[in-house]
């Protein structure tokens, strides 16, 4: 089968009271949620969205931080989804992808959780029986998603799962990088620092120049951080969690996902353990491991 490429649309962001983004403040404040943060002037986030057959669930992916929706997994899901006449929706956070909007190093968490929600809001007309699969930050927002829409999510599938990375990965570099760069017994090894700009630079296997990440950051994703709050309290106890996490993941490790769905505290959770794999999880292997987890996670929303 040729790969599946829906066209590019978008959804309006900021601009001081779009419809979509008063209905998704609207729905976040109801629900006692944070809702992310946006420029004063109007930009557009880009949205690939392939309906399905009438019937189906759908699927929406969310990706991880300075990735593109259009990288190895959204790829591979949307083929994935194609074959099964599964509507599928993905989309690029401001500063990702093919999103207008600000710079990846003036945006922040509350920035991407409310790109989640304004996309997912503007879709959620066309939507039915959504499953949410996050890929590392975007497993951390789509729990974030998760809290605040509740009773529209049918399921969720957290791919090598971030929640409060910024709390877990991040802090003690900031803090570490504003006392000159001192280690402390949690950080042993230089963790990055801060530029005159104020931006910070986080050293990376997966870029040579690091990434350039917002000085604010940390501070910014308090209010969004899911570990500290309780979860929903309308969560069904069936409602369908599934994990998947590699063994050798030293960015995030599987405890992560462990921690995530402890915490949710859903009967209906597994987690799928990928030895020897690393935090990108994408070869076929561990592909085919994501879509396993998914059809299970569909098979109990009505479909597969």
Not at 232 to 259: C, E, K, M
Request: aromatic share 8%.
């Amino acid at each position: 089968m040729s790969p599946v490429v829906a066209p590019l649309s978008y959804v309006r962001r900021g601009g001081g009271g779009t419809a979509s983004a008063a209905s998704t403040a609207a729905a976040s404040a109801a629900a006692g949620l944070p809702f992310g943060s946006s420029s004063s002037s109007s930009f557009k986030l880009a949205v690939r969205f392939a309906p399905g057959s009438a019937h189906s669930p759908s699927v929406m992916f969310l990706g991880g931080l300075a990735s593109s929706m259009d990288g190895i997994k959204g790829t591979h899901l949307a083929n994935w989804c194609a074959e099964r006449s599964l509507t599928f929706l993905r989309f690029d956070y401001q500063g990702h992808g093919h999103s207008e909007g600000p710079a990846f190093h003036e945006t922040t968490v509350s920035t991407w959780a409310g790109d989640a929600e304004a996309v997912f809001d503007e879709y959620a007309p066309k939507l039915k029986r959504t499953v949410l699969v996050g890929s590392s930050l975007g497993g951390w927002l789509a729990t974030h998603l998760l809290y605040a829409r509740t009773e529209q999510i049918a399921g969720m599938v957290g791919v090598a799962s971030a929640p409060d990375f910024t709390e877990h990965s991040l802090r003690e570099r900031y803090d570490a990088a504003k006392r000159g760069g001192a280690t402390t017994p949690f950080l042993t090894e230089p963790g990055g620092h801060f530029r005159d700009d104020g931006c910070f630079v986080l050293p990376s296997q997966y870029d040579d120049n690091g990434y350039i990440l917002n000085g604010n950051l940390v501070d910014d994703a308090v209010p969004f951080c899911v570990l500290t709050r309780p979860p929903p309290s309308n969560l069904s106890p069936t409602f369908p969690l599934r994990f998947v996490h590699g063994t050798a993941d030293v960015d995030v490790p599987w405890q992560r996902s462990v921690a995530l769905m402890e915490h949710l505290g859903v009967q209906n959770s597994t987690l799928r353990l990928i030895q020897g794999a690393d935090h990108r999880l994408s070869s076929e292997q561990h592909l085919n491991e994501i879509t396993a987890a998914l059809e299970e996670v569909l098979a109990q929303c009505g479909g597969q």
